[in-house]
């Protein structure tokens, strides 16, 4: 496992997170657990989960994992979230003042911890001023129940904004971004990517494998069935087979990695961890295993680094399809100069 700082923060967690979504649905307690001592057992420090998931149950397996092994809270960073509908009423959502309080301090009972390391706005909420927002961020980071801030799920200017009303007014500042990124999923790159390293924040990668296309496992025209997320649902969300089984791309994506992957004699899921990783501003890749077998494979790309000639087939093979105005090449030239 290799470690890296937090962001701009001086603090220290794994290139690996692990992604808790599937806790208390997918995965069971006990399969749970067994993946958050194999994740510590490998040297992986970083947790991230959300109130959202599972509606709260994540929180509390990963709450009973930390009163069952003493001295595990102190060795680990543990991130959550807030932001998503908890209840029916009206303020049960959204980043307000009224909501975030209740939130957070629900996920602090059901962690079962004192302070959580990162507490991030799982999304951009339109009802709520930013500032309301990040005053209370700050207010929560003043009183010892968080210690840094992070945001999921903004765009551009969105981020840019609210990092620089954090700079003016003396706020906690935003230290990380969780947005998906993938080799199928590369649109952060077009403005994200630059906020993130102009304002030193760490991006900490959802769905690094394209919600199971990237490791291999889906065949073309052939609609997936059995015992995984698109065999149960072919229709799931952003990763719904029919639109990328009808995208060539996807398959001109699977075919590069499948290249590289049995030149170097590991699994296609490594390869995609391991580019994803080493892309500029990464800080933490967040694994979203269903099983321990899963996770054991995720787990083999700690420490895997592409060479040069790799990282540019898959990232050339994996160029987003734009116009050509403002993010294809000659928007993008119009914003160059060399000297």
């Not at 208390?24 to 194999?38: F, I, K, M, P």
């Not at 961890?273 to 083999?300: H, K, M």
Request: hydrophobic share 40%; glycine share 10%.
């Amino acid at each position: 496992m290799e470690y890296r700082t937090l962001g701009g923060t001086g603090t220290v967690v794994s290139t690996l997170c692990l992604g808790t979504m599937t806790f208390g649905n997918e995965s069971s307690e006990e399969v749970s657990h067994a993946q958050l001592d194999r994740f510590v057992e490998a040297g992986g420090t970083f947790i991230d989960t959300a109130d959202v998931y599972s509606r709260g149950v994540s929180e509390e397996v990963i709450g009973r994992w930390l009163a069952a092994r003493p001295g595990a809270r102190d060795r680990l960073v543990i991130a959550t979230k807030g932001r998503f509908p908890m209840g029916d009423d009206p303020n049960s959502a959204g980043l307000s003042r009224v909501h975030l309080s209740r939130a957070l301090d629900a996920s602090l009972r059901r962690l079962g911890v004192e302070t959580i390391d990162l507490y991030q706005a799982h999304a951009w909420d339109p009802l709520t001023p930013i500032e309301e927002t990040l005053a209370f961020f700050d207010d929560a980071v003043r009183a010892g129940k968080i210690r840094y801030v992070g945001v999921s799920n903004f765009l551009g200017w969105q981020l840019q904004k609210a990092a620089m009303i954090t700079q003016f007014r003396g706020l906690a500042p935003i230290v990380t971004l969780q947005p998906q990124y993938n080799l199928l999923a590369r649109e952060i790159e077009f403005e994200l990517v630059d906020v993130c390293r102009n304002e030193n924040i760490g991006i900490l990668p959802w769905s690094p494998l394209g919600g199971g296309w990237l490791t291999g496992k889906y065949r073309r025209d052939d609609t997936p069935t059995g015992a995984t997320r698109l065999g149960e649902d072919p229709g799931r969300g952003m990763e719904a087979y029919g639109p990328r089984n009808s995208d060539t791309r996807t398959w001109h994506i699977l075919d590069a990695v499948r290249q590289v992957a049995e030149a170097r004699g590991v699994s296609m899921s490594q390869v995609s961890l391991s580019w994803l990783a080493d892309r500029p501003a990464v800080t933490s890749v967040i694994l979203g295993a269903r099983t321990v077998e899963q996770l054991e494979d995720n787990l083999g790309a700690a420490g895997l680094h592409l060479s040069e000639k790799e990282t540019d087939l898959l990232t050339e093979a994996s160029v987003p399809v734009v116009g050509e105005y403002p993010y294809g090449r000659q928007g993008v030239a119009q914003r160059d100069r060399k000297i």
